[in-house]
């Protein structure tokens, strides 16, 4: 199916965006609810903004799995929160407060181990890529 002019060009646009971030290149991704259920807003934008420092630290060091990061306002959760999951693990985890953070992002982030006694869940994603699956046009 031919794409419209428009819609193609926006996906030009959207893949140079996803280049610049350097999509591709992560080993992990970590989506990040900061509320307001499961945490309040200031609880979840002070987790967020640690880990924003987090990620940044841990992309810096040479040789740590690279990460990306995502703010989210819901995982359907709603208790317990900031409410975390880390991709491809699939590691769910609860109360990612500030601190709590800075043992997932030493202990699983880089170190590859999950924080047992904060994993709320588990859903690992596997299996083969779909059909078709790229990104070239
Ligand atoms: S508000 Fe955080 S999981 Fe729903």
């Known amino acids: 199916m031919e794409l419209a002019d428009e819609t193609a060009a926006a996906l030009a646009a959207a893949r140079e965006a996803a280049g610049q971030r350097e999509i ?3 080993a992990r991704h970590i989506l990040l609810c900061t509320g307001p259920d499961c945490c309040t807003p200031e609880e979840g934008q002070r987790a967020w903004e640690r ?3 987090l990620a940044a630290r841990v992309n810096r060091t040479p040789g ?3 990460l990306y990061r995502t703010k989210v306002g819901c995982l359907r959760i709603c208790t ?3 409410t975390g ?3 491809p693990d ?3 985890y609860g109360c990612l407060t500030p601190e709590n953070l800075e043992r997932v992002a030493a202990e699983h982030l880089v170190g590859g181990r999950e924080v047992t006694e904060l994993v709320i869940g588990r859903n690992p994603l596997g299996g083969p890529p779909p059909q078709g699956a790229t990104t070239e046009s």
Request: charge should be positive; charged fraction near 10%.
């Open 90 to 92: 699939g590691t769910w």
């Open 64 to 66: 740590a799995p690279k």
């Open 80 to 82: 317990a929160g900031p």
């Open 51 to 53: 880990l924003k420092s």
């Open 85 to 87: 999951v880390v991709y």
């Open 24 to 26: 591709g290149s992560y």
